[in-house]
């Protein structure tokens, strides 16, 4: 495998880690750089941005707060929101997000903006540091249909998750995720970290402009929120699946709820349960993510407990090396 690996991976310009976990076997490899200016190769141990992976992070410090009685499912997020984003449908409900059958209008509508190096926010990104600070940036987007009649996927949505999870529990959202998920699960190397002070072992993001490789320092929030932006390790994303299908983060009894098919996407032979993605046939679980100068995709096979991750600093480096390793189970 690593030699077919190895020419997939320079014949797509990857810079990242790859992990498997398989048949009690374990293989790990990095490719590429995580400083490009300082020539800082990656190593299996390097911090990565995940994107919308984060979004699984987001979904499991929710329901942790469904499961101690201080949101419900059904809560209706007009509840929380007061007057604030008065275009939200006011049956919207913790679950209609969670679930991406919300319809509300999305700031960032990965049906319009398809060409993710070329987007930029609308405000600095030096200002999104605490996700009551999206609050300019999700407005005057209309609600696109009823609450719970279809599925759209909507990165807004889950940054009303993270502001309603935070106004309820009292507890900043980035704590909350660190306290209610990487604790439990024992994830010693994933964080919110700034964009502008990512530290050691941390790959800069990368995409490529004008014929050279720039940094995505201002394409995305200085620090990640409910939609994406945690940082974490190949090594981390496979003991947050342990401790997830353990029960150690919320019990048996909502891990089944989350990884349940609560919306079919035939188009792309998916399903989506709750903050997952599930393969159309098989029994796979996923997290995904993608966004300028990152790259991520972790599938996880329950029964056998078979890890494949593949977690990148370039926008498109990891599809080609995941869809490999994929198609080889």
Sequence with gaps: MEDELDEIARANDFTGVVRVEEDGQLFEKAYGLAHRGYNIANTVDTRFAIASGGKGFTALAVVSLIEDGTLDYDTKVRSLLGDDLPLIDDEVTVGHLLAHRSGIGDYYDEEVFTDLNDYFLSIPAQNLLDVEQYLPILGG?????????????????????????????????????????????????????????????????????????????????IRGGGDGGIYTTAADVSALWKAFFDGRIVSEKWVAEMVRPHSEIPEDKLRYGLGFWLHGSRHQVQLVGQDA???????????????????????????????????RG
Excluded: M
Excluded at 150 to 159: D, H, K, L, M, P
Excluded at 296 to 324: C, M
């Design 141 to 221: 987007f209309p609600q696109k249909f009823a609450p719970g009649t279809r599925w759209a996927y909507n990165n807004g949505g889950y940054v009303v998750l993270s502001i309603i999870a935070q106004r309820a529990s009292g507890v900043p959202y980035q704590d909350l995720v660190l306290e209610r998920v990487c604790k439990p699960a024992g994830l010693k190397d994933t964080d919110f970290l700034r964009s502008d002070s990512l530290g050691e072992r941390t790959a800069i993001g990368y995409l490529p402009k004008d014929g050279e490789w720039r940094t995505n320092v201002f394409h995305l929030p």
């Design 293 to 327: 100068g990152v790259s991520f995709k972790t599938v996880h096979e329950p029964d056998s407990g078979i890890t494949r991750t593949v977690i990148g600093n370039t926008s498109d480096g990891v599809w080609l090396v995941a869809r490999f390793l994929n198609n």
